[in-house]
């Protein structure tokens, strides 16, 4: 029953875990939604275990973190954690250098964005002013990731042409009220 739940749920949010146990890797994968949460134990941390949780048929959004495992899902379903991107942007400034200045520019889009999250939540703008904000944010992220993709070294051209591909994905929950920011939901439940 929770396993169809989540299988038609409009937004859950999933995360995985490891541990080592007598020497082998085992993966805790959680799916979660307000209503549910479905555990799982798995002996790997594949995509394949993303489209046995969701199913073949599954219609609704996934806010996950980056995963390799997660790229089996359309960006177009997806909510990438600005949490976990925030804290790619911070190992960007860690290194120094050009990556610093990357990173330093991708978190202050950050905290524009949280800092519009936050009014809307708060009932300080207006759903009209909040997605004109978004959307301006959306496209000044967008240069910014275009102009970086270019770059040599650091890691920093993977890193946005991954975000670029993943550019849907990372802003979802503009457009859809219920869907949040962040995958904390499946962390906590974890």
């Known amino acids: 029953e929770v396993l169809a739940h989540i299988r038609s749920a409009p937004h859950v949010n999933?995360?995985?875990?490891?541990?080592?146990?007598?020497?082998?890797?085992t993966w805790l994968w959680v799916a979660s939604t307000?209503?549910?949460?479905?555990?799982?134990?798995?002996?790997?941390?594949s995509s394949d275990v993303v489209t046995e949780i969701l199913g073949p048929n599954f219609a609704g959004i996934v806010g996950?973190?980056?995963?390799?495992?997660?790229?089996?899902?359309?960006?177009?379903h997806r909510q990438v954690c600005w949490f976990h991107l925030g804290r790619n942007f911070q190992s960007k400034i860690e290194l120094g250098g050009d990556a610093a200045r990357f990173g330093e520019q991708m978190r202050a889009f950050e905290r524009r964005m949280w800092r519009a999250q936050h009014s809307f939540t708060a009932e300080n703008i207006s759903r009209e002013s909040y997605e004109r904000r978004m959307n301006m944010l959306r496209g000044e992220v967008h240069r910014a990731l275009e102009a970086w993709s270019e770059h040599q070294g650091d890691g920093i051209a993977g890193m946005?042409?991954?975000l670029l591909e993943l550019e849907p994905a990372m802003w979802k929950?503009?457009?859809?009220?219920?869907?949040?920011?962040?995958n904390n939901r499946a962390e906590r439940d974890i």
């Open 14 to 25: 999933m995360d995985e875990t490891s541990w080592t146990e007598e020497r082998l890797k």
């Open 34 to 45: 307000p209503q549910a949460v479905y555990y799982r134990i798995e002996a790997e941390r």
């Open 64 to 76: 996950n973190d980056r995963a390799k495992a997660y790229l089996v899902l359309d960006p177009e």
């Open 160 to 162: 946005c042409k991954n």
């Open 173 to 182: 929950f503009v457009t859809h009220p219920n869907v949040a920011p962040t």
